[in-house]
């Protein structure tokens, strides 16, 4: 029995050694469509519980003061990479973010009063300049320059802008030749425009991570993550009872793969399949466009092939569906094609062309070989000249669209239903739809196995029948 996801009649986060709320939002993994609709939606619960933002003047290098709402920056190394500064999140900060894909940066609304604050508060001598179109006042702009004492400014725009010689000398000076990675790092430490999380792979060291959470003095830290953000969270919460760090940790299941144990389904997912439906048309408009023309699409699905299976189901254009779950000999593969579109999830096959033990990376996932390219060069290989293989990997620009409606809506309960459970006191819990009832679950009852494909259930079987697929293994 699981716990009904909503708010509480009583309160039970205040606690003796933190008199205010303070918490902390981080993403983990790769980028999937909703991210940012989940961070809205906590940001905006929060603030409706009165978790004050602070002015953004108060984040000093690593003196973060309380009753704050923070983005961790780039995963969980955020918590303790000096360069990664976490970001205030107001509600005024995330209004829109859930319009764009991904959780990286934000377009407009710059405040720029705010911005010469800054730049007279940090001391900075370059500044970097966006981007419009119309006439500029060139008197008045060498004033500013003059008045706030730069003596770096970077322009960057076409003929317009730019003179029609390369170099431009002043004082003996060059301009031009700038250090673009050095720009990017700066503009990502200094937090100019408007710049927002952002995700990342790989192991944390938790130890340091609850170290921060206590010198920072938060009591809330929402983890949005797939099986290895989650298995964090849980680690997270672990090594908080363990130091007597009182902070409750709430994750969001995050996977685009829909890959997580007993939830219904992960935000994202419905927008990854309406997507790759694009895909797969393409691909079915190249074979049928070639002379003996075969076209490879290539989805995500490391271990789960639950986005292949969906998407091939519902574009009907499909013709062959490999997914990890199902194994598949080349002999009768080779026997089926002609003029077939093909549907490969990204771990299908793995056993046909691996060899030796696979390796790891640095979230411990097993590093799974290119399934796509494989199968084009095997087809290629054995037709020769005589057949036509288009290949299409649409998998980042799924990843980086922004949600559907109903995508769009779960998110927003997700979100909501993340700041309810840490205002209960629950820690160490997560939120999700199961059996169509939005509920907390311990995160142990996650991450003890990835979902799967069910070969003999009935969607894959619902699948086969409608496509014509012979069994092929």
Same mark, same amino acid.
């Given at each position: 029995?699981?716990?009904?996801?909503?708010d509480?009649d009583?309160?039970?986060?205040?606690?003796?050694?933190?008199?205010?709320?303070?918490?902390?939002?981080?993403t983990?993994?790769?980028?999937?469509?909703?991210?940012?609709?989940?961070?809205?939606?906590?940001?905006?619960?929060?603030?409706?519980?009165?978790?004050?933002?602070?002015?953004?003047?108060?984040?000093s290098?690593y003196?973060?003061?309380s009753?704050?709402?923070?983005?961790?920056?780039?995963?969980?190394?955020?918590?303790?990479?000096q360069?990664?500064?976490?970001?205030?999140?107001?509600?005024?900060?995330?209004?829109?973010?859930?319009?764009?894909?991904g959780?990286? =940066?934000?377009?407009?609304? &710059? !405040? /720029?009063?705010? $911005?010469v604050? #800054? @730049?007279?508060?940090?001391? *900075? +001598? %370059?500044v970097?300049?966006?981007?419009?179109?119309?006439?500029?006042d060139?008197?008045?702009?060498?004033?500013r320059?003059?008045?706030?004492?730069?003596?770096?400014?970077?322009?960057?725009?076409?003929?317009?802008?730019?003179?029609?010689?390369?170099?431009?000398?002043?004082?003996g000076?060059?301009?031009?030749?700038a250090?673009?990675?050095?720009?990017?790092?700066?503009?990502?430490?200094?937090?100019?425009?408007?710049?927002?999380v952002? =995700?990342?792979?790989?192991? &944390? !060291? /938790?130890?340091? $991570?609850?170290? #921060? @959470?206590?010198?920072?003095? *938060? +009591? %809330?830290?929402?983890?949005?993550?797939?099986?290895?953000?989650?298995?964090?969270?849980?680690?997270?919460?672990?090594?908080?009872?363990a130091q007597?760090v009182?902070?409750?940790?709430?994750?969001?299941?995050?996977s685009?793969?829909?890959?997580?144990?007993?939830?219904?389904?992960?935000?994202?997912?419905?927008t990854?399949?309406?997507?790759?439906?694009?895909?797969?048309?393409a691909?079915?408009?190249?074979?049928?466009?070639?002379?003996?023309?075969?076209?490879?699409?290539?989805?995500?699905?490391?271990?789960?092939?639950? @986005?292949?299976?969906?998407?091939?189901?519902?574009?009907?254009?499909?013709?062959?569906?490999l997914?990890?779950?199902?194994?598949?000999?080349?002999e009768?593969?080779?026997?089926?094609?002609?003029?077939?579109?093909?549907?490969?999830?990204?771990?299908?096959?793995?056993?046909?062309?691996?060899e030796?033990?696979?390796?790891?990376?640095?979230?411990?996932?097993?590093?799974?070989?290119?399934?796509?390219?494989?199968?084009?060069?095997?087809?290629?290989a054995h037709?020769?000249g005589?057949?036509?293989?288009?290949?299409i990997d649409?998998?980042?620009?799924?990843?980086?669209?922004p949600?559907s409606s109903?995508d769009?809506?779960?998110c927003?309960?997700?979100?909501?239903?993340?700041?309810?459970?840490?205002?209960?006191?629950?820690?160490?819990?997560?939120?999700?739809?199961?059996?169509?009832?939005?509920?907390?679950?311990?995160?142990?009852?996650?991450?003890?196995?990835?979902r799967?494909?069910?070969?003999?259930?009935r969607?894959?079987?619902?699948?086969?029948?409608?496509?014509n697929?012979?069994?092929?293994?």
């Amino acid at each position: 029995m699981f716990c009904a996801v909503g708010d509480r009649d009583k309160i039970r986060l205040h606690t003796v050694e933190y008199e205010s709320e303070s918490s902390s939002v981080v993403t983990c993994g790769g980028l999937c469509p909703g991210l940012n609709d989940v961070v809205q939606n906590v940001v905006y619960t929060l603030s409706d519980y009165g978790v004050p933002p602070e002015s953004i003047f108060g984040i000093s290098d690593y003196g973060v003061p309380s009753e704050s709402i923070l983005g961790i920056r780039y995963g969980l190394r955020g918590f303790y990479e000096q360069d990664f500064k976490p970001l205030q999140l107001t509600p005024e900060y995330v209004d829109g973010i859930h319009l764009k894909g991904g959780t990286g =940066t934000s377009r407009g609304g &710059a !405040d /720029v009063k705010t $911005i010469v604050q #800054r @730049i007279n508060l940090w001391g *900075l +001598n %370059m500044v970097f300049v966006g981007t419009c179109r119309g006439g500029a006042d060139v008197k008045t702009i060498v004033q500013r320059i003059n008045l706030w004492g730069l003596n770096m400014v970077f322009v960057v725009g076409g003929p317009d802008t730019t003179p029609a010689h390369p170099t431009i000398s002043h004082h003996g000076t060059s301009c031009g030749g700038a250090d673009v990675k050095t720009i990017e790092q700066r503009i990502d430490l200094w937090g100019l425009d408007m710049v927002f999380v952002g =995700t990342s792979r790989g192991g &944390a !060291d /938790v130890k340091t $991570i609850v170290q #921060r @959470i206590d010198l920072w003095g *938060l +009591n %809330m830290v929402f983890v949005v993550g797939g099986p290895g953000g989650n298995a964090a969270a849980h680690a997270i919460a672990q090594e908080c009872e363990a130091q007597g760090v009182i902070c409750n940790v709430v994750g969001v299941p995050k996977s685009i793969d829909n890959d997580i144990l007993i939830i219904d389904r992960c935000f994202g997912f419905e927008t990854a399949v309406e997507e790759a439906q694009r895909a797969l048309l393409a691909g079915k408009v190249e074979a049928m466009s070639a002379y003996n023309g075969l076209g490879v699409v290539k989805l995500m699905g490391k271990q789960s092939g639950f @986005i292949a299976m969906q998407a091939s189901m519902a574009s009907g254009v499909v013709d062959i569906c490999l997914i990890p779950e199902v194994p598949f000999t080349l002999e009768k593969l080779f026997a089926y094609v002609a003029e077939k579109a093909h549907c490969v999830a990204e771990g299908a096959g793995q056993e046909l062309f691996t060899e030796g033990p696979a390796d790891v990376d640095a979230s411990g996932n097993t590093i799974l070989q290119d399934a796509g390219l494989w199968l084009r060069g095997v087809l290629k290989a054995h037709f020769g000249g005589e057949a036509d293989v288009k290949y299409i990997d649409p998998s980042y620009m799924i990843r980086a669209q922004p949600t559907s409606s109903n995508d769009r809506v779960y998110c927003k309960i997700l979100g909501q239903g993340a700041v309810h459970a840490a205002f209960a006191g629950y820690t160490d819990c997560t939120v999700g739809m199961v059996n169509t009832h939005y509920v907390y679950l311990p995160i142990s009852t996650l991450i003890q196995a990835p979902r799967k494909v069910n070969p003999g259930g009935r969607e894959w079987n619902r699948l086969i029948t409608a496509i014509n697929q012979p069994p092929l293994s």
